[in-house]
């Protein structure tokens, strides 16, 4: 079945350090999309792509670092300049401008 | 700049009580308003999208309608399952990516 594979599921981050979210889809979308999500919160964004090899900032993308050299695969790096990083990422992926997103399951970071 | 205000922030209700959840938007131009539901713990699942003024999608026990500045979400009858968080985003023209509000957290009593 094709979807959005988001992993791990919980993720625990020392300080300091830097830590990747992996997000890989099957869909052949090209737009891929990361946000964060608080408690009791929306979704903020931090960063999209729409095609490979091409990101865009969001609104928060302080802190964070994306790749996209394939398709399928649209990383997300969490990098100690990253000063509140404890929150629930997840990860999308859409066919086109017009249509809703496919998001995956989810990765709980909290920092130790 | 894109806005998207849902409320209320949270909704009780009785099963078999029906009710609505707003969304209000602001954007240039519509591309698409979305819905999406949202369990605790999981990513959001898509419902539905509505593009122009009047039109209207239905699934289930859920029915979603579109104005040109605010959305609502119509429950019908509901049932505990039916308990989450729904999501609203707004896609504008000129933009390659959706704005989210804050999501209403509904629940459903048995």
């Known amino acids: 079945d094709g979807g959005i594979t988001q992993s791990p599921k919980y993720l625990f981050r020392k300080e300091g350090q830097n830590v990747t979210l992996s997000c890989e889809q099957n869909?052949?979308?090209?737009?891929m999309y990361w946000y964060r999500q608080d408690p009791g919160q929306g979704l903020r964004l931090i960063y999209y792509?729409?095609?490979?090899?091409?990101?865009q900032k969001g609104d928060i993308a302080e802190g964070y670092s994306v790749s996209r050299e394939k398709k399928e695969s649209f990383p997300l790096t969490v990098t100690s300049a990253q000063k509140n990083p404890t929150a629930f990422y997840l990860c999308?992926?859409?066919?086109?401008?017009?249509?809703?997103?496919?998001f995956g399951s989810g990765t709980r970071l909290t920092v130790v | 700049e894109d806005q998207v205000t849902q409320s209320p922030e949270a909704l009780r209700l009785q099963e078999g009580e029906s009710s609505s959840l707003n969304c209000s938007y602001t954007?240039?131009?519509?591309?698409?308003l979305f819905w999406y539901r949202q369990d605790p713990g999981k990513g959001p699942e898509f419902l539905f999208t509505l593009y122009s003024a009047g039109e209207e999608k239905e699934k289930e026990r859920l029915k979603a309608t579109l104005t040109k500045k605010e959305s609502f979400l119509h429950i019908t009858a509901p049932k505990p399952e039916d308990s989450a968080t729904y999501l609203c985003a707004v896609r504008d023209t000129n933009a390659g990516k959706s704005t989210f509000g804050d999501g209403t957290t509904l629940t459903v009593k048995p």
């Open positions: 954007v240039s131009g519509l591309r698409g």
């Open positions: 999308a992926s859409s066919i086109s401008a017009a249509y809703g997103y496919t």
């Open positions: 869909l052949n979308h090209d737009a």
């Open positions: 792509s729409q095609i490979v090899n091409d990101f």
